[in-house]
C-alpha cells in the first residue's frame, strides 16, 4: 500500500509531522521552498553581477597593465637605441683621439729631430766662426 503525499493533498489539510510548528505556507501564498529558491536565485544573480563587475575591473587592469608594458618596452628600446647611438659615437671620438695622438707624436718626433739638426749646425758655426779656426783657416792661405 502507498502513502499519500503531501503534495497531493489539498493545502488546507496537509497535516504536519509532529514537530513542526507551522504550515509550509506564508501570507502571499507562497511555499518556504518557493520562497527559499526565490532567495537562492536572487543571491545568484548578484554573484553573477559582481563576477560581472569583477571580470570588468580585471579587464580594466590587465589593459592597463599592457599599457604599462608598452610604454616601458618602448622606453627600453629608446634608451639601447641611444646607447647605440652613444657608444657608436665614443667610439668614433676614441680612433679620432688615437689618430690625433699617433700624429702629435710624429710632430714631437719631428721638432726633435730638427731642434738635434739645428744644435748641430750652430756648433758647426760656431766652430767655424771661432778665432781658432779663422787662424787656421788664415794660416792655410
Given at each position: 500500500?502507498?502513502?499519500?503525499?503531501?503534495?497531493?493533498?489539498?493545502?488546507?489539510?496537509?497535516?504536519?509531522?509532529?514537530?513542526?510548528?507551522?504550515?509550509?505556507?506564508?501570507?502571499?501564498?507562497?511555499?518556504?521552498?518557493?520562497?527559499?529558491?526565490?532567495?537562492?536565485?536572487?543571491?545568484?544573480?548578484?554573484?553573477?553581477?559582481?563576477?560581472?563587475?569583477?571580470?570588468?575591473?580585471?579587464?580594466?587592469?590587465?589593459?592597463?597593465?599592457?599599457?604599462?608594458?608598452?610604454?616601458e618596452r618602448e622606453m627600453r628600446e629608446s634608451l639601447e637605441r641611444q646607447l647605440t647611438s652613444e657608444l657608436h659615437s665614443r667610439a668614433?671620438?676614441?680612433?679620432?683621439?688615437?689618430?690625433?695622438?699617433?700624429?702629435?707624436?710624429?710632430?714631437?718626433?719631428?721638432?726633435?729631430?730638427?731642434?738635434?739638426?739645428?744644435?748641430?749646425?750652430?756648433?758647426?758655426?760656431?766652430?767655424?766662426?771661432?778665432?781658432?779656426?779663422?787662424?787656421?783657416?788664415?794660416?792655410?792661405?
Amino acid at each position: 500500500m502507498q502513502k499519500p503525499g503531501f503534495e497531493k493533498l489539498p493545502l488546507g489539510t496537509q497535516t504536519l509531522p509532529p514537530g513542526f510548528p507551522a504550515p509550509f505556507l506564508f501570507a502571499d501564498g507562497l511555499s518556504s521552498v518557493e520562497t527559499l529558491l526565490t532567495n537562492i536565485q536572487g543571491l545568484l544573480k548578484v554573484a553573477v553581477d559582481n563576477a560581472r563587475v569583477q571580470e570588468k575591473q580585471v579587464q580594466q587592469e590587465r589593459k592597463e597593465l599592457k599599457m604599462e608594458l608598452y610604454r616601458e618596452r618602448e622606453m627600453r628600446e629608446s634608451l639601447e637605441r641611444q646607447l647605440t647611438s652613444e657608444l657608436h659615437s665614443r667610439a668614433t671620438i676614441q680612433k679620432r683621439l688615437k689618430k690625433e695622438k699617433k700624429a702629435k707624436r710624429k710632430l714631437q718626433e719631428a721638432l726633435e729631430f730638427e731642434s738635434k739638426r739645428r744644435e748641430q749646425v750652430e756648433q758647426a758655426l760656431k766652430q767655424a766662426t771661432s778665432p781658432e779656426s779663422l787662424r787656421m783657416s788664415l794660416n792655410v792661405y
